[in-house]
């Protein structure tokens, strides 16, 4: 019978497939024990950085370019959209500064310097984002230098779009929170709902619906279709009262112990050239 | 093939290989439209240059497969932080097009076509390994709909566009 493969070949071969595997899960399991990577990966990843830095440049010109041409092209109707909402966000500007001046002097009246709510943005730009199937990772040009740190929330245009996870000196890893990995958008939230919060932490992402998933929630729970959802601030580096979404289903898990609700993200994931990183005040 | 010439493209290949290698991130992060949900194309240039060398019959004249487990390696670092996998996707999809290649001619249409099975065992690779560690949670369908076609779509037309002066250019270097 003629062989395939010779005896050696076929020993490589599997010799091969275990270390694979193995690199696979380790790295994989590595990267989250840790907070910051091997000293190789680092050094590898910060002079990468800088030369996407460079290649950037040329590169975000054109993506800019291209996006305004696609997004002229509902100006308009945008536009009277817009201007319909913009009188109300005048009125509830006005209300924010006199609410948070309020805030302000009850604190010291309390003498409470620092609160959940209290965080300082750091403005980074995305170098690059992940070319991969899963692991939807950005890279912006902010790293261990800047104060970044793992753990820490990061903003898009109109709420949370991830979590750092990787630190290097000059630059660092965001996991956006449509990363389909087991245990990487674990976010604490609160549900703003009409008769009180509901607390809870984000257990999933699900894929097919490209939705947040909030499982476990008592049947007394009162949550409804529409309902805010919000960073709680519990836990973690990520301050509390970030946007994430709204509230798009409400369904109850397969035994009826238990409701499920899904969430729609806030912010749009595709348009993401800088970011905010929250620095939240309350270091836990 | 005189000897600078011959010195000229083991320098060359390698600095277009890193300069695509970033061009993907950057195009993945600038490119707002590729990864529009619920679409998530990627950028897979660094790949449609391997598969250049590969179709113009040059890959044999270089270190190629040195390259190719180099900027694998270079590619789990940076892009993913976790080890292997596009390492394996790389090797392994630039292998099955090498042992290929003498089945197809030398028209744009056939390399294309051996581009995009090129292109299917990188993204199944990816696929199997996303289940390994538990990343993937995605159905095979919405896996192939929203992730494979797209991305096979975009690629397969950057590679038709580059097809040509990449030639020229191998044929001026080489």
Do not use: C
């Not at chain 1, 054109?62 to 319909?84: H, I, P």
């Not at chain 1, 409470?112 to 300082?120: A, F, I």
């Not at chain 1, 980074?124 to 790293?143: C, E, F, H, M, Y």
């Amino acid at each position: 019978m003629r062989k395939i493969f010779s005896s050696r070949t076929i020993v490589l071969l599997m010799i091969g497939f275990l270390v694979v595997v193995g690199l696979i899960a380790g790295s994989n399991w590595w990267s989250k024990k840790t907070n910051n990577p091997p000293f190789f990966q680092r050094v590898v990843n910060d002079l990468t950085g800088g030369a996407a830095k460079v290649i950037s440049i040329p590169t975000n010109a054109v993506g800019t370019r291209a996006n305004s041409l696609a997004n002229l092209l509902n100006t308009f109707s945008e536009n009277k959209a817009l201007k319909a909402k913009v009188d109300g966000y005048a009125q509830n500007k006005v209300k924010l500064q006199t609410v948070e001046e309020e805030n302000q002097s009850l604190k010291k009246q309390l003498d409470l310097k620092k609160s959940l709510t209290d965080y300082e943005t750091l403005s980074a730009v995305t170098t690059s984002r992940s070319p991969t199937t899963w692991n939807s990772q950005l890279v912006i040009d902010k790293g261990a230098k800047s104060g970044v740190k793992k753990g820490m929330a990061v903003l898009g245009d109109s709420g949370i779009i991830g979590l750092v996870t990787e630190v290097n000196t000059v630059n660092s890893k965001v996991t956006l929170i449509s990363d389909t990995s087991e245990d990487t958008n674990r976010i604490a939230i609160t549900v703003k709902g009409g008769s009180g919060d509901t607390n809870g932490i984000v257990t999933d992402y699900d894929a097919d619906k490209k939705m947040l998933v909030m499982s476990s929630i008592a049947n007394s729970a009162n949550v409804n279709k529409g309902d805010t959802v919000v960073t709680s601030g519990l836990g973690g580096l990520v301050p509390s009262g970030l946007l994430v979404g709204k509230i798009s289903e409400v369904t109850s898990d397969s035994y009826g112990l238990s409701k499920k609700i899904y969430i729609e993200p806030s912010s749009d994931l595709s348009k993401i050239a800088t970011v905010l990183v929250a620095k939240s005040s309350m270091e836990s | 093939m005189a000897g600078w010439q011959f010195i000229r493209f083991q320098f060359i290949f390698p600095i277009i290989l890193l300069i695509l290698f970033l061009v993907d991130g950057n195009l993945a992060a600038s490119l707002g439209f590729l990864m529009k949900e619920p679409i998530h194309a990627m950028p897979m240039l660094t790949f449609t240059w391997l598969f250049y060398a590969i179709q113009f019959g040059v890959q044999k004249e270089i270190p190629y497969y040195s390259y190719v487990v180099i900027f694998g390696v270079l590619f789990d670092i940076f892009y993913t932080g976790i080890l292997g996998t596009y390492t394996v996707a790389f090797l392994l999809a630039t292998i099955v097009m090498d042992r290929l290649r003498p089945y197809f001619d030398e028209r744009m249409m056939s390399g294309l076509l051996l581009l995009l099975i090129g292109q299917i065992v990188y993204l199944l690779v990816t696929f199997v390994a996303g289940q390994l560690i538990g990343s993937a949670n995605l159905s095979i369908l919405s896996f192939v709909v929203y992730l494979v076609l797209p991305t096979a779509a975009f690629n397969l037309i950057m590679a038709a566009i580059f097809y040509f002066p990449a030639w020229s250019l191998f044929q001026r270097l080489v």
